[in-house]
């Protein structure tokens, strides 16, 4: 790990141990409950090369990433019709550094996953925050190690 990274580490180690319940360890690294309000919510998220969250979806609020450095692959399944029949499409894209882009949004029941293609800093927006269970896991988070 980069030297820049592992001082990412100690920041949030650190933001944890001077506030009650605002930092979250993931599988994929970390998020910083940064503000909540009734209508949005905003986090930083840390992203180590090859984390990935879980499979899901929202069913009322929206998503917004923008990348701050490093790149994510947002995988996405959009549903369709085509002439009279339903068709589910795998969409993805990739947002950071040397992309067409650092933000994209996802909307409610769209079910999607990031993936960190190198190590990431990214905030996470969300609309409509708190609701209760209005997200649904579908497949667990986790990391993927270089071999």
């Not at 949030?12 to 506030?19: A, H, V």
């Not at 029941?109 to 269970?133: I, M, Y």
């Amino acid at each position: 790990m980069e030297k820049s990274n592992i001082k990412l580490v100690r920041l949030f180690k650190d933001l944890q141990s001077c506030t009650t319940n605002q930092v979250e360890e993931k599988l994929w690294g970390f998020k910083y409950v940064a503000f909540k309000s009734m209508h949005i919510g905003g986090d930083l998220c840390w992203a180590k090369k090859g984390g990935f969250c879980s499979l899901h979806y929202h069913r009322y609020k929206s998503n917004y990433f923008h990348v701050l450095f490093g790149k994510l692959r947002l995988d996405y399944i959009t549903k369709v019709y085509e002439g009279d029949r339903h068709v589910t499409r795998e969409n993805y894209v990739e947002i950071g550094e040397n992309c067409e882009s650092r933000v994209f949004t996802i909307f409610p029941n769209v079910r999607h996953r990031f993936t960190a293609l190198e190590d990431t800093l990214f905030l996470e927006f969300d609309s409509v925050r708190p609701v209760n269970n209005d997200i649904i896991r579908l497949e667990d988070g986790g990391i993927i190690h270089d071999e």
